[in-house]
């Protein structure tokens, strides 16, 4: 064999290494299939010329292997120990305390990882080369199952740059949920055993003695841990992660260092809500000391390391049937599709419906009306589907189609920019109104008692409100003629309406359904800004320059108010009085003794304040507000002509204040507060 021959062998096979790199992990391929398929064929002819230079670790050799007559115990060369697992954040504090008592005094740094829920194993690579691969076995031995690994596509047989000596990378095999799906229709049309779970499909796939079986299986594999290093010269797991996603092995997803577990936590909180996007199976994630120095002073016990621990969740899944997918319109426009279930139990819980997200989520899953899915509920969370079972399909199953127009008021929908969502596009949409409506009298915005959904679809329906502001224009005789609405339910729905103008902005802010403004937000906004005047001028680089808004949210915000429908609701709700400042801060008025729980009535024409300004800083200052004089109405506050209640305030003794006395009573002057009432009582 000439020298050109032997470098071409050599040259095809890191060619092929690297595109089968970029075709399975990096999922951008560079070449198509065919020239790939080219590639192998040549490196195959060559290595049939010259079978003195087959070596294992040839992309040939992936499923070239014969079956194992079993399996070969081999010792670890570090034994893998179990990790310390918790369920709940408790505990996890006081494995932080642990840490710094052991540190003294020094501080942790913290890396957090996603939990995959596959098989352990531990690859071996000497000088690049893929030599053997173990299962966990006992911790001190496993059993080696170099012959499957290898028809694993995410593990190189050969190692990309310049690898040292020995790496012994360890980490989790698994399969993801849609090729659970394929797989178990396969194992159902041949007769074989379905698997209940992505572990249990991955376990039964390493058992395999057959490699060209399990090469059909499509697993993958995420390395998380440092097995035996030698040469590399690291000093902490996130430059272990780094170099070795750089050879080429597919890194576990981790949230980065973390300098408190404060921080720590609050990723793995998000982590756990976002887990239903992706494709495998994760049961909760795992915290690491990130420094090999830190970890050494650690140590670890009998069992496991001391700087390490899992904070798993509770998983359950059950399996239903989807009887329908229909679509509901959310209050930004967004048409979400939602599947009806045949009610199924789920650790306590009935669950008859699902959200399916979006278009893309129910096209990824392969979910059709009339399907058997399998549902999962992972600890506090709301269940979602994981995967259909496809070896259950009758051929009856119907696929859905998106709706091309809004299923509530016929009106064009589109992508939004994003892509991902689609929205009705018509900004009069009542199913959009209805949903805004009821988000801006929710407890956590306004909380307005009274008013749900039932009451607010006939609000819509009869067109009582046609935008988001017309809830404050409601009569006691309009709400009357509702179904289910007495007299007296209705005046308590007005006076419910009328206490909710005095939350302040914050929660004014929080209701709004502006994109990206949840309480929080809406919190940090109104501490920031004070009243909505100052919000509304503020620039989006002054919006993006707030701590915690960052600058989607700061756009957000700035189109709200520079768009006319957020112009138009900003007006409103000031013309019906609604409370619009912040509410904290010495400038402005708190809760006064003087005025709370105590009942006012604003009569006249007041010459400093608007009517439904001086109601709204009564209701700030802790009183109440109504429109009628009675013996319950602690205070009438009279501007010029007044008319027939200041009358009847002096018939029944009731204390009267003028535009001044009240200023004063709420201590927005000097003067002492005045001591008589102005009625007589006769
Ligand atoms: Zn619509």
């Known amino acids: 064999m000439t020298d050109s021959t032997e470098d071409r062998i050599e040259e095809l096979r890191r060619i092929i290494e690297y595109h089968n790199h970029r075709y399975y992990i990096e999922a951008a391929p560079e070449i198509s299939d065919l020239e790939f398929d080219r590639l192998m064929l040549e490196l195959r002819d060559l290595e049939q010329r010259h079978p003195e230079r087959i070596t294992p670790s040839s992309p040939t050799r992936r499923v070239g292997g014969g079956p194992i007559e079993g399996f070969r115990s081999v010792p ?64 001190a031995r496993g059993d080696d199952i170099t012959h499957n690994l290898r028809t694993v596509r995410d593990i190189p047989l050969r190692l990309i740059g310049s690898p040292p000596p020995v790496l012994e990378v360890r980490g989790e095999v698994y399969m993801t949920h849609s090729e659970l799906s394929r797989l178990n229709r396969l194992q159902a049309e041949a007769g074989e055993r379905v698997f209940a779970n992505c572990r249990n499909a991955t376990a ?63 990723w793995c909180a998000d982590a756990l809500e976002s887990r239903e996007g992706l494709d495998y199976e994760t049961d909760g994630l795992v915290i690491k000391i ?22 798993k969740v509770e998983l359950w899944q059950a399996e239903t049937r989807v009887l329908d997918i229909r679509v509901q319109v959310g209050k930004g426009g967004t048409l979400t599709p939602v599947a009806e279930l045949e009610t199924v139990e789920i650790a306590g819980t009935r669950v008859s419906r699902v959200s399916l997200h979006n278009a893309d989520e129910i096209a990824r899953k392969d979910i059709r009306i009339g399907d ?18 496809l070896e259950k399909r009758t051929g009856t199953e119907l696929p859905y189609l998106f ?168 007006r409103e709700l000031g ?16 809760e006064h003794e003087e005025f709370r729980d105590r009942t006012f009535v604003v009569t006249g024409t007041l010459s400093r304040h608007g009517r439904a300004e001086m109601e709204a800083l009564i209701r700030k200052l802790g009183g109440k507000t109504t429109s009628a004089v009675s013996r319950k109405t602690d205070f009438v506050v009279a501007g010029r002509d007044p008319g027939g209640k200041l009358e009847k305030a002096r018939v029944l003794g009731v204390r009267v204040l003028d535009e001044e006395e009240f200023e004063r009573m709420a201590g927005l002057s000097g003067a002492p507060v005045p001591g008589e009432p102005a009625g007589d009582g006769d």
């Open 403 to 570: 709706p091309t127009e809004c299923p509530v008021c016929r009106g064009e929908v589109g992508r939004d920019e994003g892509g991902v969502y689609i929205r009705c596009l018509n900004p009069s949409c009542p199913a959009q109104l209805k949903e805004r409506v009821r988000y801006l009298a929710s407890r956590k915005a306004l909380d307005i008692e009274g008013l749900g959904p039932a009451l607010i679809d006939q609000l819509v329906d009869r067109g009582l409100v046609s935008s988001l502001t017309d809830i404050y224009a409601l009569t006691a005789r309009q709400l009357e003629g509702l179904e289910r609405m007495g007299e007296k339910s209705a005046q308590n729905l007005v006076e419910a309406v009328r206490a909710s103008k005095g939350r302040g902005l914050e929660r004014v802010l929080a209701g709004l359904g502006i994109r990206h403004i949840g309480e929080r937000n809406a919190r940090l906004l109104a501490g920031e800004f004070g009243d909505i005047r100052s919000l509304t001028e503020a620039t989006e680089e002054r919006l993006a320059a707030i701590g915690g808004i960052g600058p989607v949210v700061a756009e957000s915000v700035y189109r709200f108010f520079r768009s006319r429908a957020g112009r138009d609701i900003v």
């Open 76 to 139: 670890h060369p570090v034994p893998m120990l179990s990790i310390e697992n918790t369920y709940n954040e408790e505990e996890v504090r006081e494995f932080d305390g642990r840490i710094r008592r052991l540190l003294e005094g020094a501080a942790p740094r913290y890396i957090v990882e996603q939990k995959i829920d596959g098989v352990s194993a531990s690859l071996l690579y000497e000088n690049g080369l893929f030599s053997l691969g173990l299962t966990r076995g006992d911790g």
């Open 575 to 590: 013309r019906h009085g609604v409370d619009l400042t912040a509410g904290s801060g010495a400038a402005r008025p708190r």
């Open 372 to 389: 058997h899915v399998v549902v999962e509920k992972a600890g506090k969370i709301i269940p979602h589907v994981v995967r259909v079972e």
């Open 204 to 266: 039964g796939s390493l058992k395999l003695l057959d490699p060209r079986q399990s090469s059909r299986r499509n697993l993958r594999f995420f390395a998380h841990s440092e097995g035996r290093l030698v040469g590399l010269g690291l000093s902490s797991h996130l430059e272990f992660l780094e170099r070795v996603r750089a050879f080429g092995i597919p890194a576990v997803p981790h949230g980065g260092i973390f300098d408190s577990i404060d921080g720590a936590l609050a």
């Open 290 to 311: 990130d420094g090999f120095a830190q970890r050494e002073r650690l140590g670890a016990t009998s069992k496991s390391p001391r700087w390490v621990i899992a904070l």
